[in-house]
């Protein structure tokens, strides 16, 4: 299995922020979601993937290219949906097509129109007056128009209704079933990734938190609940994150603790329940 | 074939995949030779992650309820209902190894293990039909 991307020993610098550290690889044909905390790294980490921003160290390649010395080589490979839009506002999406494609030598004029007409475009309506659903969409067809292999999406569900949410998804699920394109996801919203990753990359504080499959990390941890009563000393170590109420506590343990807590409601995870108790764990 | 996914279930993805699949194997509703949706077409249509429906194909491989070609596809292996009765023989032995060990341990003597597997059986029986 070809690896798409790979992120090698990643760090920057920034006054306040330090990324550190950081490695992972997206293989060909699967959903990455890129996970974490507002202002834990993930669009530091994309930037540093699209060569927006110099990198302190370490090492990046796409489709076994290096992102910088091969840039021209690998942007072809890359398509791009950002949180907010990037086109000229004041120009239609037919002008935009007209000036901008003829940069792309895979560019696919029949494609994009006809994603246009699905997505219920307006091709003569200037960018500006697009919501924010279809400016997503529109920069997410923009990228399926020249073939990119790797899709790399940060925080593109943000301010969008249920019902977009869902279109991008499907959108994705058919972009990777040939197997031969990879999706880089970053999100907050985690429900998105819930169904829909293969593998996920949790970043905390600019440290990389847990790199690989989904199912790898949802089995690494459970929910434990319980009486306030209930809880032993030797118990409230294995604790990982704790919110206690008047009437009881929910925490988050490793699964290899379980059986230290035998006769308490113990319940599988969502990467909500880990993420919000990750960064509980240092209050 | 139908498979629906539960999200509320406590069941994990995976396992419902493989759970519906088997009984539709067992029902006779997949029959030998047919082949599963492809793994990324399934992945897709119930847009969940494909690493997910890898894991049921693959275990359903293990179990040997379907065997998967490269580039071909996964098919339905014969006589599913025969291998499942393996599977449950196999498991009746494991439970009854387990309760002559225990019966080891309390020096519970053969016949009186009989007589306690006597019991426990008409139980259930009656509870059945009462």
Request: aromatic fraction near 8%; hydrophobic fraction near 40%; charged fraction near 25%.
């Amino acid at each position: 299995m070809t690896n798409y991307l790979e992120v090698m020993h990643l760090s920057k610098n920034y006054p306040n922020f330090q990324l550190h550290d950081i490695s992972f690889t997206l293989p060909e044909g699967y959903i990455m979601g890129l996970i974490g905390e507002n202002g834990s790294g993930k669009t530091t980490v994309i930037k540093l993937i699209l060569n927006m921003i110099h990198r302190e160290n370490g090492k990046i390649n796409i489709l076994g290219k290096d992102n910088i010395s091969e840039e021209s080589a690998v942007k072809p490979y890359i398509g791009v949906v950002f949180d907010s839009n990037c086109f000229c506002e004041e120009w239609t999406i037919l002008q935009t097509m007209k000036r901008i494609s003829s940069f792309y030598e895979t560019w696919n004029k029949e494609k994009f129109l006809s994603l246009m007409n699905r997505f219920q475009l307006d091709t003569k309506k200037k960018i500006k007056a697009l919501s924010k659903g279809m400016q997503m969409k529109l920069m997410l067809a923009w990228a399926l128009s020249y073939d990119a292999k790797v899709l790399i999406l940060d925080e593109p569900t943000s301010g969008l209704d249920p019902v977009s949410r869902d279109e991008l998804l499907t959108i994705l699920a058919e972009y990777i079933e040939d197997g031969k394109h990879s999706v880089l996801f970053s999100t907050h919203i985690t429900s998105d990734l819930e169904r829909a990753a293969d593998y996920i990359t949790y970043l905390h504080y600019g440290e990389l938190f847990f790199t690989g499959s989904k199912e790898e990390l949802l089995s690494m941890f459970c929910m434990v609940k319980g009486g306030r009563e209930e809880l032993q000393p030797e118990q409230q170590k294995k604790l990982i994150g704790v919110r206690t109420f008047s009437t009881g506590f929910e925490a988050l343990i490793k699964t290899t603790d379980r059986a230290c807590f035998s006769g308490m409601a113990i319940e599988p995870v969502t990467l909500e329940d880990i993420m919000i108790f990750i960064s509980r764990k240092g209050e | 074939m139908k498979l629906i996914i539960s999200n509320v279930s406590s069941v994990p993805i995976y396992e419902q995949i493989k759970q519906q699949v088997k009984s539709a194997i067992l029902s006779g509703e997949l029959q030998e030779g047919e082949i599963l949706p492809s793994l990324r077409t399934l992945a897709k249509e119930l847009k969940i992650s494909v690493l997910t429906v890898t894991r049921a194909y693959t275990e359903l491989e293990q179990e040997g309820f379907v065997q998967n070609l490269q580039g071909r596809g996964c098919f339905v292996m014969s006589r599913g209902s025969e291998l499942i009765h393996e599977q449950l023989l196999r498991k009746i032995e494991e439970h009854l190894s387990e309760a002559i060990h225990t019966a080891e341990l309390a020096e519970l003597p053969l016949d009186e293990l009989h007589r306690l597997l006597n019991i426990l059986w008409e139980e259930k029986n009656h509870d059945e039909l009462s």
